[in-house]
């Protein structure tokens, strides 16, 4: 694909859409007396609009991410970013979306506010990527297919040779969340938005980085997409506390922190299959695990009792039976087993 074909799946009324701006950006200099936008002068360190642009922090994570800045849109959270992709190239009541199933919902509670139709289609065995079926759910008036890899629930990567084969064949925009990337050896294809222009990769600093609170979601892409999610945005979507805050935060490494995770994702799912109750562990490269039990209300129940709050999601098509558990503290894993170990016996909350 080229810019050309990108265009053309834009909205027509974003692609004619002359943008929101501020005189502030027309004055460069360092020291202003500034009375163009009605502030306060008043100092209470926030009497001041934030950079809409975000030029400190883009800069920070150009740095990080290994691309340039135009290539780096910020949202209020990677659901900024989803809500974007259907209002940038999707018109309501007539354009539609794929998406694999099972997978995070807001791709289709985005879909639903947006009226977007959205088809699912289901992973294969062992949560495998249906690539055939996939581009075969696409009509002339699809535009969005988002992908999730590390996947959310199931917690598996997928193969980033068969990602970019539907990177290539797919007619419209690939989106493809990676707020898991940082917990597995699969990596990111982020770099990859240099040579496929229909490509978005999402990543999000609620993970991995530990700043859920802050709100602060990624979107990599070609210059001109980020142009359009730029456009469309809020103008004042990053607010100044978290623009100074995630800057601060940022500052310190998240390695030690990512690996300790991954070991206890190994200890965890390593001591799960000795429980009689545990049918099935699945492999993740996530910071949880999925797992199948015989009655997964009980356990969760059980869990709950015991003041674990983990994800019942039994009643999501395709996972049947399954708890969602989050990788905690080694701490906090300990309690988690030790609540295993009483349900296994049949102490309490049975
Ligand atoms: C947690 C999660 C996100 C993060 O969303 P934010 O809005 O950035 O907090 C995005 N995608 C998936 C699949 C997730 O599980």
Redesign the pocket.
């Known amino acids: 694909m080229n810019r050309q074909d990108i265009e053309a799946l834009v909205r027509p009324n974003i692609r004619a859409l002359c943008p929101y701006s501020t005189a502030r950006d027309e004055y460069q200099g360092p020291l202003g007396i500034f009375l163009d936008a009605n502030e306060s002068p008043y100092p209470t360190g926030y009497n001041r609009y934030p950079d809409p642009h975000q030029k400190t922090l883009k800069a920070q994570l150009s740095s990080i991410k290994g691309l340039p800045a135009e290539n780096i849109f910020l949202g209020n959270?990677?659901?900024e970013a989803i809500d974007l992709c259907f209002r940038v190239f999707c018109t309501p009541g007539r354009d539609n979306a794929v998406a694999i199933a099972p997978?995070?919902g807001?791709y289709a509670v985005a879909a639903d506010i947006n009226d977007v139709q959205m088809r699912s289609v289901p992973l294969g065995a062992d949560f495998g990527l249906p690539a055939e079926a996939l581009l075969a759910a696409c009509d002339a008036h699809t535009r969005l297919l988002f992908l999730?890899s590390p996947n959310?629930p199931s917690g598996n990567a997928f193969d980033p040779a068969e990602l970019e084969e539907i990177i290539r064949r797919f007619p419209g925009i690939v989106v493809l969340?990676e707020?898991?990337a940082d917990f597995s050896a699969k990596g990111s294809l982020r770099a990859k938005v240099l040579e496929y222009p229909n490509l978005i990769v999402?990543q999000?600093l609620?993970?991995a980085y530990g700043l859920?609170g802050l709100?602060l979601?990624m979107a990599f892409a070609d210059a001109y997409v980020i142009r359009l999610m730029s456009m469309v945005k809020y103008p004042y979507n990053i607010n100044q506390a978290a623009l100074d805050l995630v800057s601060q935060a940022l500052k310190q490494p998240v390695e030690a922190k990512v690996a300790e995770t991954v070991a206890q994702r190994g200890r965890v799912a390593a001591a799960l299959p000795a429980y009689g109750f545990v049918r099935r562990v699945w492999p993740s490269d996530a910071n949880f695990l999925l797992v199948q039990v015989d009655d997964a209300d009980a356990l969760y129940a059980h869990l709950l009792a015991d003041g674990i709050i983990v994800r019942n999601r039994t009643r999501v098509r395709g996972c049947a039976g399954c708890l969602r558990i989050t990788i905690g503290l080694p701490s906090e894993n300990d309690k988690l087993l030790a609540s295993l170990d009483r349900y296994e016996k049949g102490d309490i909350h049975r």
């Open positions: 959270g990677s659901d997978s995070y807001m999730c959310n969340d707020a898991y999402l999000t609620s993970k859920a709100r979601g």
